[in-house]
C-alpha cells in the first residue's frame, strides 16, 4: 500500500461509521429470508459539476459526463452530479474559485487554467520538455506527485485528482516554414500558458483567441500560428482549410493531465463507499481519455494527410534546442518566485530524471526499434 | 458513447429492477426527515478470485488485493472477493477453466496463459513486435478490441476486461553476448508463449522453469538465458548476481496487458451499480498498474546498473531483424489455423498500422526528441 493510500485509508475510516444505519429499520416487520436481502439506510447527495470544456465537448466533455453517469450508476443514483459545459452556470475559467466556495461541489478542467490562483498548479497539467502522459501519471499516482497536489489544493478547501490525459499534443499550424529560431520573431501565436511565455521569449507573441475565433483569425492573418490539441479536434476546428498551413509536432504539452477538483469540506462528507466510487471514476476516465485521445487521434491525422493535403513538417533541431533553453528559463523563473513551485518542481524533476534512464531503455527502444 | 458501452448499457438495463426494493420498508414508522436519508435493500454477494500469481506478487498481487479493496469498500461490502493467490485455492494456470465452471467467480492473470483454451487469447496479452501499452488499451478500450475479446470469452461463460499493464518488458538475461542471429542458435532459454515459438525457430530452444527455479538453473548452467519482466521483478529475482550475465532490452512483449476474467453468469446476475463497480476497480488497476511499473522499474534499473554493475546491452539490429522475421511466422501460423485469432489479428494489426503512424509524429518525436 502506498504511503498517500495509506494516509487516504486512516483519514476515511473515521468517516466511515456515517455509511452505515441499518439499526433504523430494527424491529421493524419485514419479509426477508434469513439469507435474503437486508435493508441499509442511505442518504441521497445532489452535486453540481462545472467543467472548462463546451457543453459535451469531444472526449473532454464526453469525459465528465461519463464520471458523473459512473459516478451515479454505481452509487445507485445516491450520488447524483448535474453537469454544466462552460459558461452553462459560471464562466469556463472560473471553476477553481466557484468550487473552492461551495457554488459547485467540482469542476472537469485541466490545473494549467488556475496558474493565478497558484503558478504551481502548471506541473500538474503540461510542461514544456515534460513528461509525456505515462510519466506524469506513474509521477501522480506512484512518485510523490498527487501527495503534493493535494498539499497544493488544501489551503483553497480543493482535493484534486487525474481524470484523464490528452497525450502528446501537436505543435501546431503555422503560415510559413519554421526554418530557423528567427523565424519565431515577430510571430503572433495563439498559444497560452507555459508555452506562451517561451515564444514570448523566442521573440514572439503569445495572442490569446477563445476557441471561436481563431480559424477567422488564423484565415485573415490576425495571428500568424496557433496550436490547439491534436489531429482529431484540430481537423474539428477546420484549420486545415486556412491557406498555406504548416503542421508541425509538438514540444509544449507532451501529455496534458486533466484534473477533477472536488470541494474538500463536502468530499469528506461523503460516506467512505461515495468517496473511494468517485475516486474509481476518475481513474476509470483516465484511461478512457487518452485511449480515445491515441485511437481517434490516428484517424484524422490520416483524413488530414490523405484527404486535405496537409503538410506535416518537423521543427529542425537548432528551434527545439533554443525552445528547450526558453522552457528552462521560463521554468526557472516560476520556480524561483514560489517556494511550493520549487517544491513541486523538484520532485517533478527528479521523477523525469530517473524515469528518462528507463525509457531509454524501453519505451524509446519500442518507438524507435521495435514497432518500426 | 461508444458502440460496445451502448450495447452494454442496453443489457445492463434490463437488469437495473433488481437493483432498487425500497418499497420493502413502506409505511413502516421511522425518524427520516423527508431530506434525510431513505432505506434501501440490499444483497450480499460473497466471491471467489483467484489468481495466476504468487500471494501478493509485487504490483500484479498487489492489484488483485486492491481491486478486491477497492469493489468491498465501493460497495459497502455488499460484494466481498476473497482472493487467492495461484496454488491456494486451484494451480495458478487453471483460473480459466475454475472461472468458466464456477468453482470461483474471478480470475486474475494474463490472457496468454490461456492459449490452449483458444489460441486467440494471445493478441490481448503480448505479440512479438506489437503494441505497447498505451496502445493496446486504445485498442482495447476504444479500437473494438473489447467486443471481440468479450466475443472469444462469450462460449466459455466468462467476460473479460483490462486490469493493468506491465508497461514494456525487458528482454532478458544472458551468459553471453548476442552479436548475431548464430548466437541464438543452440541458446537453451527460459521464455514462454509466442516469444519461446520465435526462439525455437531461431534455432533455439524454449525452456519452461518455474519461478523459482530460475535462478538456480541460470546459475548452474542448465539454462543460458531467461525473460522475466523488467528492472523492479527481476532484481527481485536476483539474476544479476548469476555471473556473466548481460541484460538486453526487450521485443517479445512490448506492453502485455492484464486481465480480470468473470464468470458470466454470475456479472450477469450482479445489479447494474456492482457490475459498474467491478468495471471501475479493473480500470481504475490499469492505471496503477502500469504507474507502478513505470516507477518501480525506474527505481531498480539504477540499483542493477549503479550498484551492481549490471551490462545493459542492445541486440544488433540483424538479430532484432531476425526475431521480427520469426515473430511473423509464428503469427502467421496461429492466425492460418484459426479463424477467430484469424479475426482479432485483422483488428489488432489494422490498428496498429494507423496508431503507428500517429505515433511517428508524437511519442516517437517525444522520445527522440522531446525528452532526451
Redesign the interface.
Known sequence: MKQFERRRFLKQASLAAA?G?SA??AG?????QPE?????????YEWKMVTTWPPHFPILGESADLVAK?IE????GRLKIQVYGGGELIPPLEGFEAVSQGVAEMCHGAAYYWAGKAPATQFFSAVP?G?????M???????GGLELWEELYAPFDLVPMPVGST??Q?GGWFNKEINTVSDLKGLKMRIPGLGGKVIALAGGSAVLSAGGEIYTNLERGVIDATEWI??YHDYLMGFYKAAKIYYY???HE??TVTELIINKSAFEQL???LQ??V???A??S???T???F??????Y??KLIQENNVR?E?FP?DV?KALRQYSQEVIDDVVSTDPMSKKVYESFSE?RK??????D????????????
Open positions: 455509511a444505519g433504523l429499520i421493524c416487520g419485514s419479509t426477508q435474503g436481502p437486508s435493508i441499509r439506510s442511505s442518504k441521497t459512473w450508476e454505481m452509487s445507485e520538455f513528461m509525456n502522459s505515462q510519466q501519471n506513474a509521477w501522480i499516482l506512484s512518485g497525450g502528446f501537436m491534436g489531429p509536432p509538438g514540444w507532451p501529455g460516506p467512505r463507499d473511494q466510487i475516486r474509481s471514476a481513474a476509470r483516465y484511461s478512457w487518452l485511449s480515445e491515441e485511437s481517434k487521434n490516428n484517424d491525422l490520416q506535416l518537423k533541431d527545439l521523477f530517473k524515469v528518462t534512464g528507463w525509457a531503455v524501453s519505451e524509446k527502444i519500442y518507438y524507435t526499434e521495435i514497432s518500426s
